[in-house]
């Protein structure tokens, strides 16, 4: 998924960006054509395109990428009240060539300066009007102090779980094997609907890890759903998606589920005697329930946790 970053030259777009990857603000130069980088939120990585704001840029590189993205952030200037009808100019045109229904975020970018609340309302009622296509939020914002800096980053969650379930994608089940002190631990967080896993029709679920260094990376469709599955040597997960007329975000699935054996990994790494049960719990919950909101909207997930009887394996 990707981020496209406009708005005029020299309003702080990469600014933002270096404080939102590395918590502080760097001398910048005003960006030559564009900047890409990679932004990790909630185990999913997520391409940041800062697209150069001078005029030129404007006319030849911003149809193309905007077009390209998933979500939109528009930076104004808050303390520039003279540019803001060029800056809206601008505006309209970029809703025009990004993705329709895509999300918007407006910046009001108050850098150092006390928040001018009437600036605030100007900008908010001059860019809401132009365009019904599009859900538009706004939030004034300090790369110098980090303000709200937090809540970019919690839109940008959203912005991720919102294309995820426009693809139609619900994820139905999860279940993940992971090698512990105590030996294989289960984790399953599913929709009430259980039908969804019958074991003859997933015969396929079964602790399947990689060897060695190896890792596997596998995705299937069955019965009209999709089945991702990733694994290296101690951890072993699943996810099945609902069933949808067409299949979407698969890229997307096939990353969540790497990222989450990677963050087993680390928690590994940070026990050092090895996983226990309560320390998976707590994890499992975190991160695939509070983080993953992309849960079927009307069943709330359950979430089980059982130790495997490694007999029945070796
Ligand atoms: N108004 C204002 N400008 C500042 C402040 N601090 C820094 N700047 C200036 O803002 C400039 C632009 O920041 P950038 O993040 O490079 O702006 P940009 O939007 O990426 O610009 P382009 O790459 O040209 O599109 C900085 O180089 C500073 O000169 C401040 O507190 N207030
Ligand atoms: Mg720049």
């Given at each position: 998924m990707t981020v496209s970053i406009a708005g005029l030259d020299g309003v702080g777009k990469t600014s933002i960006v270096n404080k939102l990857l590395r918590e502080e603000v760097t001398e910048t130069y005003s960006t030559y054509g564009i900047n890409q980088e990679i932004v990790k939120i909630n185990g999913l990585r997520l391409g940041l395109t800062d697209l150069g704001g001078k005029e030129p840029f404007r006319n030849s590189l911003w149809p193309s990428y905007l077009s390209r993205s998933d979500a939109l952030i528009y930076v104004v200037d808050g303390t520039k009240e003279e540019k803001l009808d060029e800056s809206k100019?601008?505006?309209?045109?970029?809703?025009?060539?990004?993705?329709?229904?895509?999300?918007?975020?407006?910046?009001?970018?108050?850098?150092?300066?006390?928040?001018?609340?009437?600036?605030?309302?100007?900008?908010?009622?001059?860019?809401?009007?132009?365009?019904?296509?599009?859900?538009?939020?706004?939030?004034?914002?300090?790369?110098?102090?980090?303000?709200?800096?937090?809540?970019?980053?919690?839109?940008?969650?959203?912005?991720?779980?919102?294309?995820?379930?426009?693809?139609?994608?619900?994820?139905?089940?999860?279940?993940?094997?992971?090698?512990?002190?105590?030996?294989?631990?289960?984790?399953?967080?599913?929709?009430?609907?259980d039908e969804i896993v019958d074991e003859s029709s997933f015969p396929i679920i079964r602790y399947k890890f990689a060897t060695e260094a190896e890792s596997i990376l596998e995705y299937m469709r069955i019965g009209g759903r999709q089945v991702v599955m990733a694994a290296d040597e101690q951890t072993s997960c699943w996810l099945i998606t609902t069933r949808s007329e067409e299949f979407k975000g698969t890229n997307l699935l096939m990353k969540l589920l790497t990222e989450f054996i990677k963050e087993i990994q680390g928690l590994r790494v940070q026990r050092e005697n090895g996983l226990s049960e309560s320390d998976l719990t707590s994890y499992l919950i975190k991160y695939m329930i509070d983080n993953q909101t992309f849960w079927s909207e009307k069943q709330l997930p359950m979430f089980e946790i059982s130790t495997v009887d490694t007999k029945e394996i070796f």
């Open positions: 100019q601008w505006f309209v045109r970029a809703l025009k060539w990004i993705k329709e229904n895509s999300p918007v975020l407006v910046l009001i970018n108050t850098w150092d300066k006390p928040v001018d609340d009437n600036v605030l309302k100007t900008v908010n009622d001059i860019f809401t009007s132009p365009s019904n296509d599009h859900p538009i939020e706004f939030l004034p914002i300090s790369p110098i102090t980090g303000k709200n800096m937090n809540k970019t980053v919690d839109w940008l969650a959203n912005a991720i779980i919102t294309t995820l379930i426009e693809a139609g994608i619900t994820v139905d089940y999860f279940v993940a094997y992971i090698k512990t002190e105590t030996g294989i631990v289960e984790a399953r967080i599913k929709t009430a609907d």
